[in-house]
């Protein structure tokens, strides 16, 4: 899709209510990739962490980043109180292990869903189906937005952890 010709005929649109001219645009429409499913290394160096965006820490799924940001800059502050109390800064390369931990294996199956849907047909065909099911679109928004129950076995965790054994089987997936 481009993203360009969407902002174009948004501006088109919205012209009349906005009172504004889409053909005299204030600058130049620029745009830049967010790094998403923790795909951003080294996340620690010897005197610093990355957290949120910054170390790709945006679900592939559906692009949210928000709770990523806040919840990686909490392991960040954990690691570092340890550094400050310790007086000793190796205390931080337990970040990406703690990273790991939190998201490993959830951003490795969301990027296999992002290449799974990345291919037309296979999107088409799965909106098709999907989008006439109610508790079918539930189940997938839980897995999507990270919203699965580990307490709980219904058919998202089911489905869920189908796909994580399927990345762990073929890691390069
Ligand atoms: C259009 C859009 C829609 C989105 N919608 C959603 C959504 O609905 N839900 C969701 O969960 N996520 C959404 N996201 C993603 C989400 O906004 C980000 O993942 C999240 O804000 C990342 O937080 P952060 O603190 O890592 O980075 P940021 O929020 O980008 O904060 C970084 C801050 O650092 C500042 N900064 C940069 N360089 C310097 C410097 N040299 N010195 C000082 N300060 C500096 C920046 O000005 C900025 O304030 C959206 C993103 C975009 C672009």
Redesign the pocket.
């Known amino acids: 899709m481009n993203t360009s010709h969407l902002l174009d005929s948004y501006a088109h649109m919205i012209a009349d209510r906005w009172g504004i001219d889409p053909g005299k645009p204030e600058c130049r429409a620029t745009s830049g990739k967010?790094p998403m499913g923790g795909s951003i290394f080294p996340k620690v160096g010897a005197t610093h962490l990355m957290?949120?965006?910054?170390a790709g820490s945006?679900n592939p799924f559906n692009?949210?980043?928000?709770?990523?940001?806040y919840e990686t800059a909490r392991i960040a502050a954990g690691v570092l109180h340890d550094a400050l109390t310790s007086g000793d800064a190796s205390a931080l390369q337990q970040y990406p292990a703690l990273l790991d931990a939190e998201y490993g294996q959830y951003f490795k199956v969301a990027r296999l869903f992002a290449r799974v849907i990345g291919r037309p047909a296979l999107m088409r065909e799965l909106s098709r189906v999907g989008i006439h099911s109610r508790t079918l679109m539930e189940w997938v928004l839980r897995i999507m937005a990270n919203l699965l129950r580990p307490d709980e076995k219904g058919p998202a965790e089911i489905a869920y952890a189908m796909a994580a054994r399927i990345v762990r089987l073929a890691p390069n997936a």
């Open positions: 967010i957290i949120g965006d910054a945006v692009g949210e980043g928000i709770d990523y940001a």
